[in-house]
Structure formats: structure tokens, C-alpha cells
């Protein structure tokens, strides 16, 4: 029978079939993230053209614009559509944007951030938390 694959655009079996890559992503916001046989991740867009080239040692999907990436260093940053570096790659972790804010976890000294690109706000939280796929937590 046909396979079908909920939330993801048409093109996605085929991106899945062509083996010129080895992971494919959620497709959000037009672009969907892959990775090549290099192990490097990058976007294609909904025609399955390279978008933003495969550069990153891992890539989530965009929101609101942006997406999280992960340098060869193991920090992460925002790039958004065109692949341009919005915020720097210098963070443990991060999330993805949800009302124009993500949160990043600081490498230094493990304290949570929220971070926006239009204001260029850095809000620091003073608690330790995790974050995971999911949510946000704040430990005590």
C-alpha cells in the first residue's frame, strides 16, 4: 500500500527514498531538514532544491522563522530561511521559538536563556532546568 506520513509535505517520500540521504527531518515552515551521507544536515525546500547547504552536525525543524543548528563544536545557534546565522552558535542546547522567544542553555554555567532575535533579547533564568522536545523545566 502507500505510505503516508503525517504532518510532512507531499515530496517527503520521495526525499526518503532518494539515497542521497540518510536522515529527513519534519518539514515545517516549507523546509525540511536532511542530512547527507557526511553525516552534515541541511534544508531542501518543497521542491526538493538544496535551500540552505549541508553544513551542520544536526539541524531541527524552523518556527517562526528560525531554526536550531548545531556546529562541528557542539554549540548551537539560529539560522534563519536563506541560512544565514541569526544567533551566534554558542549555546549547550536549545528549542525551538514560540512567541518570538527559545530558550538556550548556557554553556559556562548551565543557567537556561531566553533569547529573541528581533529585540535581541537575553533574558538569564537563575534556576537550572532541562529542556527536552517537550517543554521547559525549571528545577528548583
Known sequence: GRRAYWGICPPLERIRQNSEWTDVRQYSEGLIAVADHKGRYGYLDADTKEAVTCQWAFAQ???EGLAAVEDFSGRYGFIDRTGRVVIPCEWEEATWFSEGLAAVK???GGLFHLVSPKSGMDFAMHRQGIVDSQ???IGA
Do not use: G, I
Request: aromatic share 22%; no cysteine.
Open 135 to 137: 517543554y521547559l523545566a
Open 106 to 108: 548556557d554553556a559556562n
Open 61 to 63: 525543524s524552523f518556527s
